[in-house]
């Protein structure tokens, strides 16, 4: 009880919606700032109330905006959900960006949210570049250019509070089932890859061998000791000693670091060879916002 009193950050929203998001290359940071800037709601960065044991939110509305990984949710996004507190009676939407399909994130945070008794009323499916390699035929601008026409209706359905599953690609549902289902048996397939990164075994969870995929980065002799990849990874997993970034093996996978580095000195297995990808409408600046405050660390 006391730990609760002590951790609980009880978030004082003067206006009524609180969007919270987090990035790793910009996609989803760019579609946050987009919903944020059109409904007059506050973004605020999931990585920075981590330290937290619950997230008490007072707003009406709860916007979660997150990337998709391996067909799941972040696992940022799973710790961040069990936080959260007084979700009764709230509107709560969430926004998803994918390379290639949602999979099962949306319905992941369904349960979870559902967990933390609130409903989430409201679940978009937003297709952007895919960040992790490069995919052949994939327009960009086209991507960006649909999204720009999408926002309208994220921001209307939210005003009006709307319900359902939105820009779902209706005829492509058979075909989307069929990768899914596909994705959903690939998790061995992960976990045996994952496990060949980090030198562990395959019988470890997934999310544990997930935050040890930091091990299969290196740094090339072209790394200056700037420091900006741990400037901008939002869970404070680099620390920088002799001039050179070292992983903690608490990874998000998010590829910040990889694609921020602004002499691209780091490769590595989950990383796409030669293939540096940032939403171009974002300053790593901003995303070295979101990271979580080491000085606020919890102790207990
Ligand atoms: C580790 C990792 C795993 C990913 N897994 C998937 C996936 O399973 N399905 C998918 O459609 N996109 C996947 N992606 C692509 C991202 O979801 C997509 O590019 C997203 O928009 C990136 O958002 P960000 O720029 O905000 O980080 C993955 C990306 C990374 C880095
Ligand atoms: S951002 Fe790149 S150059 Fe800078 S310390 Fe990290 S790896 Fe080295
Ligand atoms: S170490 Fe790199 S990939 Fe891992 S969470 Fe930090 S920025 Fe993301």
Redo the contacts with the bound molecule.
Sequence with gaps: MLNRAISCVNIHLHMTIAIYY??????????AKDIAAQTGGTLIPVASLMNRDFIEIDAEVIGII???????LPLIIKRFTGKLDNLEHKYIFAV????????NSLKSLRQLIGARRGILSATYR?H?????FRKFFENHAMLYSTWNKQVGQVVWNTNNRKQGEFFKHVLLRPFFVLVDYS?NNMQAMYRKSFAKLSNTSPDLKMDDLIQL?DMSFSVFENCNGCGTCAKVCPVNNIVITEKKPVWQHHCE????CYAWCPVKAIGGG?AAKNYY???PEIKVTEMMKQKIDPASAQTN
């Design positions: 987090f990035s790793g290359t910009g996609n989803t940071l760019c579609v997150f990337p998709v990984y391996y067909n799941e998803c960006t994918f390379g290639g399909s949602a999979g937003v952007m570049p895919q960040n992790s994705l995929n996978n998010c590829l910040a989950i990808y940032r939403h």
